[in-house]
């Protein structure tokens, strides 16, 4: 399995920015598409962006222009650029890795990180 570790979550006050990193073990993303989900207290895991090969971006659609997800190859590193903050954006990110391409769905992600807490506050 990859090994991932989120990190740059934090506090934020709505219409702010974060940017999560999601650091892998190895060149993975070249192989496999890598995603972002989150999951709010109470509520199901969800899909908010996925990238194949750093090139092919897909995104949930209330992520859809206010997030981006980009790759560093050189850096086996994922990142989240997330603008325009809502509350409801608020919850735990987690980095995922998988080999089905431009899935949405958490099952098809074979490989986690644990993590990292995104608080919009309003």
């Known amino acids: 399995q990859v090994q991932l570790v989120e990190s740059g979550g934090g506090l934020v006050q709505a219409g702010g920015s974060l940017r999560l990193s999601c650091a892998a073990s190895a060149r993975t993303f070249t192989f496999y598409t890598m995603a972002w989900f989150r999951q709010a207290p109470g509520a199901e895991r969800e899909f908010v962006a996925g990238i194949l090969s750093t090139v092919s971006r897909y995104y949930q659609d209330s992520a859809e222009g206010r997030f981006t997800i980009s790759g560093d190859y050189a850096k086996n590193t994922v990142y989240l650029q997330m603008n325009s903050l809502k509350v409801e954006d608020t919850g735990v990110y987690y980095c995922?890795?998988?080999?089905?391409?431009?899935?949405?769905?958490?099952?098809?992600?074979?490989?986690w990180g644990k993590g990292t807490q995104v608080t919009v506050s309003s």
């Open positions: 995922a890795a998988g080999t089905r391409t431009s899935s949405r769905s958490a099952t098809d992600f074979g490989s």
